[in-house]
Structures are given as structure tokens and as C-alpha cells.
T-cell receptor
Framework: QKEVEQNSGPLSVPEGAIASLNCTYSDRGSQSFFWYRQYSGKSPELIMSIYSNGDKEDGRFTAQLNKASQYVSLLIRDSQPSDSATYLC????????FGTGTRLQVFP | DAGVIQSPRHEVTEMGQEVTLRCKPI?????LFWYRQTMMRGLELLIY????????DSGMPEDRFSAKMPNASFSTLKIQPSEPRDSAVYFC???????????FGSGTQLSVL
């Protein structure tokens, strides 16, 4: 079992819709969780961090964490074509492990 | 702050040659990570350092790979001898401390012919 798992996609949503990205992890000792966005040919950039169970909102982005289910998700409201990118889930124990990413396509 | 600085941006070399990738972390950050990214395997952790000391190198693929961090402001990743399957984007990243967010460099695109 991979340490961090994501559906590779692509996930295609129309402009203005909600995009839902999911991630599961295997290490119950994981303490902090991150979502990174990566445009083609660029380096990953941080979108959200979450440390405790529940929801955390920042603008159009909401991160959700459920440690009992070992599940992290990212919701993007009012999706825009500029949100089209690969979204990487990262889980931290003592080191930061990334999932393989979900490619999101937002079409006009 | 200039961010994490990697060099070179692109490297094209022939099989069997030595390749050295360089990284300058953000000043004051005490953890440095080296990742390799390919389409097939995603972003793989190769090795990370805390306070210049290698903590976990279990991701280093084989003895051809080595990494050093002689001081807090510089790290190298060396491949000797290089092979075509080493072709990938290599990222260096740093963070302030445990649990903090990671800042990435621009990456080095390595092509081994």
C-alpha cells in the first residue's frame, strides 16, 4: 500500500462548479497535511495546510481532515480555468510524503 | 527572500557521466529535502537533512546517488555514473521546522542520453 494515495484523474469540471479532490494516507502518526498545486513545468506551491480534524477554509478553497478515516480532501468552489493543474496531497510524519497527484481540468 | 535556489535549471548529459545538482535553501530553514519527479512515479523523496545531518536516505535509489550538506546554506545531489533512467526533474525544498510548509526550488530538468 502506498503511503499517500490519490486518484490520478483527470477530474474534469465545468467553470463555476465545485471540484472535490481526495487523498488517503496509511501512517496514523501523521500530524500535518498539505495541499500543493503544480502547473505544468513549474514547481509545487502550497495552497492549504491543515493540522486538526474538521474543515479549514481559505477563500475558494476548503481543506477537510478526518484522522480516524485517514482521509484528507480539498474542495475548490467556483472553479476557474486557471485552477487547471495537478493537485498534490502531502502528509507529514517526520518527513513529507507526496501522493502522485490528481490532474484537474476546468473547462469554460 | 530569494527562495530556494537550484542549479542548473537544465542538464543534458551522456550515460556514464557524473552529474551534480546544487541547492541553496532559504536562509534560516533547518530542513532540506531532495525529491525526484517523473510522470510514472510522481514526486519521490530521495533524502532529507535536519540541521545539515542526513536523517533518512531510504529513498535514494542506489549507490550511484549521493547527497551532501556541508553547511546550512548549500547541498548537492550527485549521480555517478548517470543512466538514462535517471532522467527526471529533481527538486530541492526547505522548511523552517518540523510540521512547517515546504518551499520548493524551480527544479533541475535532467536528461541522460
Amino acid at each position: 500500500q502506498k503511503e499517500v494515495e490519490q486518484n490520478s484523474g483527470p477530474l474534469s469540471v465545468p467553470e463555476g462548479a465545485i471540484a472535490s479532490l481526495n487523498c488517503t494516507y496509511s501512517d496514523r502518526g501523521s500530524q500535518s497535511f498539505f495541499w500543493y498545486r503544480q502547473y505544468s513545468g513549474k514547481s509545487p506551491e502550497l495552497i492549504m495546510s491543515i493540522y486538526s480534524n474538521g474543515d479549514k477554509e481559505d477563500g475558494r478553497f476548503t481543506a477537510q481532515l478526518n484522522k480516524a478515516s485517514q482521509y484528507v480532501s480539498l474542495l475548490i468552489r467556483d472553479s476557474q480555468p486557471s485552477d487547471s493543474a495537478t493537485y498534490l496531497c502531502a502528509v507529514n510524519t517526520d518527513k513529507l510524503i507526496f501522493g502522485t497527484g490528481t490532474r484537474l481540468q476546468v473547462f469554460p | 527572500d530569494a527562495g530556494v535556489i537550484q542549479s542548473p535549471r537544465h542538464e543534458v548529459t551522456e550515460m556514464g557521466q557524473e552529474v551534480t545538482l546544487r541547492c541553496k535553501p532559504i536562509s534560516g530553514h533547518n530542513s532540506l529535502f531532495w525529491y525526484r519527479q517523473t510522470m510514472m512515479r510522481g514526486l519521490e523523496l530521495l533524502i532529507y537533512f535536519n540541521n545539515n545531518v542526513p536523517i533518512d536516505d531510504s529513498g535514494m535509489p542506489e549507490d550511484r546517488f549521493s547527497a551532501k550538506m556541508p553547511n546550512a546554506s548549500f547541498s548537492t545531489l550527485k549521480i555517478q555514473p548517470s543512466e538514462p533512467r535517471d532522467s527526471a526533474v529533481y527538486f530541492c525544498a526547505s522548511r523552517l521546522g518540523q510540521g512547517e510548509k515546504l518551499f520548493f526550488g524551480s527544479g533541475t530538468q535532467l536528461s541522460v542520453l
